[in-house]
């Protein structure tokens, strides 16, 4: 059983950056594929990004030149760099394990219970 924890939620302005982490214990985060995704008050669960086993990475296109993940094999880490954040960003934000590589919720096992991001204009 993975257990996964987000941190580094925050209020911040438009145009600025927050670096969200997520701690995993139980498992290797190297064995799964990592998805970042997110989810704003009334609407559905959206996939933001994903690094694989290999380390290469996956972007949702409103998040792609902005955000970038990273795992860090050593602290069994992944983290969500997000840069020139929009207002429209504001969510609650998760990271999740899969065995493959999936850009739909359904597909992640495991998940960490969410960081709130709020960015205002």
């Known amino acids: 059983q993975v257990h996964l924890v987000e941190s580094g939620g925050d209020l911040v302005q438009a145009g600025g950056s927050l670096r969200l982490s997520c701690a995993a214990s139980?498992?290797?985060?190297?064995?799964?594929?990592m998805g970042w995704f997110r989810q704003a008050p009334g609407k559905k669960r959206e996939f933001v990004g994903a690094i694989r086993r290999i380390g290469s990475t996956i972007y949702a296109d409103s998040v792609k030149g902005r955000f970038t993940i990273s795992r860090d094999n050593a602290q069994n880490t992944v983290s969500l760099q997000m840069n020139s954040l929009k207002p429209e960003d504001t969510a609650v934000y998760y990271c999740?394990?899969?065995?493959?590589?999936?850009?739909?919720?359904?597909?992640?096992?495991?998940w960490g219970l969410g960081t709130q991001v709020t960015v205002s204009s």
């Open positions: 139980g498992g290797t985060l190297s064995s799964y594929v």
């Open positions: 999740a394990a899969a065995e493959l590589e999936f850009t739909t919720p359904s597909g992640y096992r495991y």
